[in-house]
């Protein structure tokens, strides 16, 4: 015998000892649980077609692990616009094993499997102090000279009066205080940027080498 059962918004075709991933079910592994959206039911070539669902039939299964499905990664770039967006998402999965196909609003032959007692908790003095020797000391925080050589500028800003980057289309004023966090604050240094210094800034910055490009050429007009 077999059943189409339809849960998490999709249908799957199901017979006794099958076992399958679905979205997910609430419900302790050992736990039998009972779906009852069965779209069609039947043995051989006797089937029984629901509208929508078949009355008083539904699927029993046992749950088997909790789980989450393979990552995914959502990543969206807009050129020359300064915007990233990456986002991640992993499925809540439920596996289940179906134990019997029932019919006539029948209830579980199954019971769930019975839970096994909690174990003591207890620790003997001589156990934690071997742990305590075995630890491995915490980390000392990073120190401020660290810091500092850990955050250096690509650049090294020149003495004198900075420009007013944002007159380079394309440069507002969040890009222009981030260029300048690098040392970049005149048209002349923008302007003299090699292909080397574009590959750097597009590698440590959130600008594109084409934007780069665009602003140096804008630059030289102005510098």
């Given at each position: 015998m077999f059943a189409v059962l339809k849960t998490g918004g999709k249908q799957y075709r199901v017979a006794a000892d099958d076992l399958l991933k679905v979205e997910r079910i609430p419900g302790e592994p050992g736990e039998i649980v009972q779906l009852g959206n069965v779209l069609a039911v039947g043995e051989g070539g006797d089937v029984k077609i629901g509208t929508?669902?078949?009355?008083?039939?539904?699927?029993?299964?046992?749950?088997?692990?909790?789980g989450r499905g393979k990552k995914v990664i959502a990543?969206?770039?807009r050129r020359r616009q300064n915007s990233r967006r990456k986002r991640g998402h992993r499925q809540l999965l439920t596996t289940v094993r179906i134990s019997e196909i029932l019919l006539d609003g029948a209830k579980p032959s199954k019971k769930a499997a019975a839970k096994p007692a909690p174990a003591k908790a207890e620790e003997k003095p001589a156990k934690a102090e071997k742990k305590a020797a075995t630890e491995k000391p915490k980390a000392e925080p990073e120190t401020a000279e660290a810091k500092e050589t850990a955050a250096a500028p690509l650049f090294s800003a020149p003495g004198g009066e900075a420009d007013d980057l944002t007159k380079i289309k394309g440069i507002g004023p969040v890009a222009a205080g981030q260029l300048k966090e690098q040392g970049l604050i005149t048209f002349a240094q923008i302007a003299a940027l090699s292909d080397e210094d574009v590959a750097r800034i597009d590698e440590a910055m959130p600008f594109s080498a084409d934007q780069?490009?665009?602003?140096?050429?804008?630059?030289?007009?102005?510098a």
């Open positions: 929508p669902f078949v009355d008083g039939a539904s699927v029993a299964a046992e749950v088997v692990e909790q990543f969206k770039k780069i490009k665009d602003w140096r050429e804008q630059a030289k007009a102005l």
